[in-house]
């Protein structure tokens, strides 16, 4: 039956999207569900097509299968049969493009600029309905998915699921893992590429599937072209599969990856939830999570563990529908029961006292599609009727205390240990009881009220205070519809030295400061560079003040001791991350600059410049340790050994900090990624990981050429990377009018102007640092950034594309290797 679109723009606000925004959803006769969302000022046009079905899914006798098809996706399809033609022609367009597998659901996302909609939709169909599964690109692909699993068991997060595991029932699929590899794939390949197109037929149908859209298109636009592509994928039963209640009775479980990597400790409480009373009452569980996070258990348990991380969440990975408070570090066993008791009585408070209003969420318009996207999927009728039964009469049973579960990540628990043969994972059973009695309550921190301020906000921002310690800028010059009442971005100069351990530890000390903020519907958010540190605070004006010289009062200058932060993810990222990170192969770390500030919206200018001179004199009369000299020269930098892969990095950075080497850096990531990848991992074979992206740091655009191999050693992937750039590193960049004109409408996508009002923010603030870290003695507010930026695109050509690709090749930027070799 077709469901009618809803058009109100209350729905859109009800669904979590920026004021302005409207909202359309439909469902086909053939059972596939659409929704649209029209978001005025994005640039890009975000396509995802969601599947109802995930690893959960999966044969018992084929795990990871889920995953390959996932991958197989991406091999081919009947309109575009070449394995690699998707990355190709979004590389061109300047899109991006991803997928992910989930225990229910597997998404596909695309992000192109608004002309490239209709075709980019064509090719997502196509895809996702009729791919090829040619036999010897799925050989290929098994290999692929081993390598990644290999690689993985250096991941906490593969440790920590196989954990979980040992919490469900001993015949449910979530007790293994499901990463997938040469041996749960099986050795016949004719065999498992005949189970793949069985579990495609049987999952990727149109009552199985969603397509969400959301972007600048009109909202007619954009249900009119799902709705015509939409039709071309096959119809098929709606029934969703049952799946069964995983868990096991309620109990703990210590774990640690084998062999124990570091000292780093988490713990996990959760309890979980059926999926029907989640979706039916997801309000009153917002309610009951905000007010969990709102400041008072993070700063009790703070005051006993000194935390680093305290997140309330009701999507936890892996755990289906639950109610999870996440907390590290765990140190000890008497740590973890405290911790116990006092998160149980917590909850029980919570759910007896009256819930808040949970707050509004900023919007991550990457991640609002993809998640919309999974609900229409994952159910035949997201339109339930409302519950006639109270939040507290279907939720109070499986809030109790005593239905909690532990999963405590520490190489130090008590018990019998044991190992899990297919991941190596160290785990053992941790009983529930409270050896301890709850932690003494703490107050959250207070946030001042200052009284009533007058509207000062003017369009040119104007210099109120300047000298050769404090400089302070007032003015809005942009307000998109989602912009808060007032903001106050603050930074100063700080010592580049232990800045990663300063930072862990600034992050630490505001912990219950930064949920105590967002309860009261404001942001808060601490970071540093090589210029410095600095914070952006936003919210109610009357309390702006407050919350700003409570988090200055958190800086620790230097911090008393490193925080170890456990490394995630694949070995390539943590490699790209150093990019943002870290200084630069011909860094110049500018001199020390007064300490800065800007005020946009209603606060007083006289408050904001009270707190700055403030915090000018508190950096004058501080005693600073000498600056540790940098390494100057050095031009390779080895990984301390994380996992059994080889991994190389080559690190790019641009001759200068300007619009024009930061666009042309861009420029050559797009034109070389498509075949960088296709060159290592396809026609030369030797890594799984292989990809070229751009990154910023203060002071330096980067390229990054990183290739992953479990099996190529470090001499011969940096020759491989060597040998791409001598060979096709200018030949790629070599554009005729028309091509260049496309990468640079892709480009404008990807870069242009700002989408939300913290994007914006966040870009003049930058830009303002920049200015300020410059020679150039009291400079007028330059104009806005994207409009410097957009006409340095504009003014491109492709002779200097080609001569930078040329620089790149012959050696004439400044370079630097980063190398893993496994133990």
Sequence with gaps: MNVPPTLEDDAAQRAGLPPGSRLGEVCLASGLYLAAAEVPGTRMQRLVGAVGAGYLDEPDDCRGLAHLLEHALFLGSARFPEAGELARWIGERGGRYNAYTGEATTDVHLALAPDDTEEGLLRLVDML??????????????EVLDAEFRARLADPSLHRLAALGRLCREAHPARNCHAGNRLTLGGDTDQLVARLATFHSQHYHAGRMALVMLGPLPLDTQLELLARHGAGLASGKTQPPVRPWR??????????????????SSLELFWPLPDEHAVSHAEWLNSLAAKLADGRLAATLQAAVELDRFDVTLAPEGMGAALALCLAPAPDEEAVQAMLATCRSALELAIAAPLPEPPTPLVDLDHWPRRHACQLAGTNDRRLPCSSVTPQESLLPWLDREQCRLLWRSPNAPGSWRTLKETGTAWCPQPLAEGNARLPWRAAPALAFHGPNQGNATPTPYRVQHNGSVTLWVGDPVRLADAPPASFCL????LASHQAARLAQWRRNTLPLGQAAAASGMQLSCSGDLRGDWLIASGSAERLGSLVELALACWPQQATQGVEAPPGGLLAQRMLAQLETSGGANENVAEATPALGWIAGNMKAEAADAILSALSERLQHSQSPPTEAQERGRDTFHFPPQGSDHAVMLEIVAPDDTPHSRWLLRLLAQCHDAAFHEEIRQNRALGYVAAVRYREAAGSPRLGYVVQSPHTDTDSLREAILSFLAQHGEALAHLDPGQLVRYQRGQLALAGPPETHTEAQARLWQALRRQSASA???????????????QALAALHADQLAGMARDLATGHLARRWWLHTPE
């Design 129 to 142: 309905s009729r791919p090829r599964f040619e036999t010897g690109r799925i050989a290929h692909e098994v």
């Design 247 to 264: 868990w096991s009775k309620p109990e703990g479980v210590a774990w640690h990856p084998f062999p124990a990597s570091g000292r780093s």
């Design 491 to 494: 930074g100063w100069p700080a």
């Design 776 to 790: 150039v003695p009291h400079s007028p507010w330059q104009p806005l950034p994207w409009e410097a930026e957009a």
